[in-house]
T-cell receptor, first 110, second 113 residues
Framework: NAGVTQTPKFQVLKTGQSMTLQCAQD?????MSWYRQDPGMGLRLIHY???????DQGEVPNGYNVSRSTTEDFPLRLLSAAPSQTSVYFC?????????FGPGTRLTVT | GDSVTQMEGPVTLSEEAFLTINCTYT??????LFWYVQYPGEGLQLLLK?????DKGSNKGFEATYRKETTSFHLEKGSVQVSDSAVYFC????????????FGQGTILTVHP
């Protein structure tokens, strides 16, 4: 049971490039979420999903897309990276009362 | 909307000192409250939780009581250790929004021997 896995661990992009952050969980949880963590601001919700085929926006969705074709996978896509998207990204999957977080992806956009 | 406010940090303590990290919240209805801990280079781990007023969450010597009258969920530990050095986040989940947590800004705790 690997829990929540994220790849890559580190990534450097140039402004305007696109990429996909991968997230997978093997706990059969319906709920999954993406957060970004910035200094002094805690974690902010980007997008979340309540099940395969169902996604919704969180607090800071602009510049990011998500899809949920299977229960296990919840990728986050940056369509055209901007320096403001430099951050640490965490994926989480959720039971009724606990969110399990992945180890994070540190993204730098130059 | 929902919000969480944590005490300003960082907090620096000597080993065996008493720890309090204040957390207050604003939410409609009856949220569930959480404390998460993040060790250097790692993701967040659930430390403790409380799901209704007057509940006390506890784990690893840490405690927090859900106080609806003061909208607070302060984290306490009677005797901290060097290994408790980490970033602590207070968070809330409103109603049945299972996939959505609202976090405070985090408090950096450093414990010296």
């Amino acid at each position: 049971n690997a829990g929540v896995t994220q790849t890559p661990k580190f990534q450097v992009l140039k402004t305007g490039q696109s990429m996909t952050l991968q997230c997978a969980q093997d706990m059969n949880h319906e709920y999954m979420s993406w957060y970004r963590q910035d200094p002094g601001m805690g974690l902010r919700l980007i997008h979340y999903s309540v099940g395969a085929g169902i996604t919704d926006q969180g607090e800071v969705p602009n510049g990011y897309n998500v899809s949920r074709s299977t229960t296990e996978d919840f990728p986050l896509r940056l369509l055209s990276a901007a320096p403001s998207q430099t951050s640490v990204y965490f994926c989480a999957s959720t039971t009724d009362y606990e969110q399990y977080f992945g180890p994070g992806t540190r993204l730098t956009v130059t | 909307g929902d919000s969480v406010t944590q005490m300003e940090g960082p907090v620096t303590l000597s080993e065996e000192a008493f720890l309090t990290i204040n957390c207050t919240y604003t939410a409609t209805g009856y949220p569930s409250l959480f404390w998460y801990v993040q060790y250097p280079g790692e993701g967040l781990q659930l430390l403790l939780k409380a799901t209704k007023a007057d509940d006390k969450g506890s784990n690893k010597g840490f405690e927090a009581t859900y106080r609806k009258e003061t909208t607070s969920f302060h984290l306490e530990k009677g005797s901290v250790q060097v290994s408790d050095s980490a970033v602590y986040f207070c968070a809330l989940r409103g109603g049945t929004s299972y996939g959505k947590l609202t976090f405070g800004q985090g408090t950096i705790l450093t414990v010296h021997p």
